[in-house]
C-alpha cells in the first residue's frame, strides 16, 4: 500500500490529527542491535562448549532480558543465574555498541521530524540501561521525553506493562499514542496497553492482529503517515 493509499483508508488527508505521542522500540527498531545480540550469544555458547543455533537467537527477539537469560541457561546448560547471564550478554553488546550504532534506515529521520512536528516521544525497550544509554547519548539532545528500559519493570514484553509505564510517565492514554515496533512480542505488548501499532517486522515475522499497520520500512515516512497509521490501527483496521 502507498502512502497515499495508507491516508486514504485512514479517511484521514495528510495533515490529520495525529498521535498524542509516538513511542519508539530500540532493538530492531530504531537501531539494528540484533546481529550484536546473536553475535554475544554465540561467543557464551562458544565458551562453555554448549550449542547455540539461528532459530534459538529468533525465538529471543525482543523478549525481555531476564526471560530470554532463563532459555539460555536452559538451551546451553549453564551454571550461571539470569542476571549473571544477561550482564554477560551486556558486555558483549555494549562493547559493540559504542564502537557503532547501526540506525535502521528512515529510523532517525522519523524521530527527528516527530519531534519537529512537537510530538513527545518515548523510547520503549526490553535492553537495559547501560545497553540504551549509548544509543540515546548518539541522538540529538532531549530526542526522547520518556526512556523506559527492561531493568525498569517487573514484567517485560510482551505483557503491556512497558508501554503503559511509558504513557503514565508522559501524562496520556495508551490509546491516544501511536508505538513503532518491529516483533511479534513488542507489538503484542504495545497493543495490549491500548496503543496503536506500526509494525516494520525486521528479523521475524509478525502476525497480523487488532491495532496493527504494518509497513516494510520507515524510509521515507512523515508524520503525515502517522496520523493516517494511528487513525486506521485505532479503527481496528490492518493495512500493507
Not at 549473571?84 to 550504532?101: F, H, K, P, Y
Request: proline share 7%; aromatic share 4%.
Amino acid at each position: 500500500m502507498t502512502e497515499a493509499d495508507l491516508v486514504r483508508s485512514a479517511g484521514r488527508s495528510p495533515g490529520g490529527a495525529l498521535p498524542a505521542a509516538v513511542l519508539w522500540d530500540m532493538d530492531g527498531t530504531l537501531v539494528d542491535t540484533e546481529p550484536y545480540w546473536i553475535a554475544t550469544e554465540h561467543a557464551l555458547a562458544a565458551e562453555h562448549g554448549a550449542t547455540w543455533t539461528h532459530e534459538d537467537a529468533m525465538r529471543l527477539v525482543g523478549n525481555d532480558l531476564l526471560d530470554s537469560a532463563v532459555y539460555i541457561r536452559e538451551r546451553m546448560g549453564l551454571d550461571l543465574t539470569p542476571r549473571a547471564i544477561v550482564e554477560r550478554l551486556l558486555d558483549g553488546v555494549v562493547e559493540q555498541v559504542r564502537v557503532d550504532v547501526p540506525w535502521r534506515p528512515g529510523a532517525r529521520e522519523l524521530l527527528s521530524a516527530t519531534r519537529a512536528a512537537g510530538l513527545p516521544t518515548a523510547l520503549v525497550t526490553m535492553s537495559w540501561t547501560r545497553f540504551v544509554e549509548p544509543v540515546v547519548d548518539a541522538l540529538p539532545e532531549a530526542s526522547f521525553d520518556v526512556v523506559v528500559t527492561g531493568d525498569q519493570v517487573e514484567r517485560g514484553k510482551p505483557h503491556p506493562d512497558p508501554y503503559l509505564l511509558a504513557a503514565e510517565r508522559l501524562g496520556l492514554d495508551p490509546a491516544h499514542c501511536l508505538a513503532v515496533e518491529d516483533s511479534a512480542t513488542g507489538a503484542a505488548s504495545a497493543a495490549a496497553a491500548g496503543c496503536s501499532v506500526l509494525v516494520v517486522p525486521h528479523h521475524v515475522a509478525v502476525p497480523p492482529g487488532p491495532r496493527r499497520v504494518f509497513r516494510d520500512s520507515l524510509h521515507g515516512l512523515g508524520v503525515d503517515v502517522l496520523a493516517a497509521t494511528h487513525a486506521a490501527a485505532g479503527a481496528g483496521r490492518r493495512a500493507r
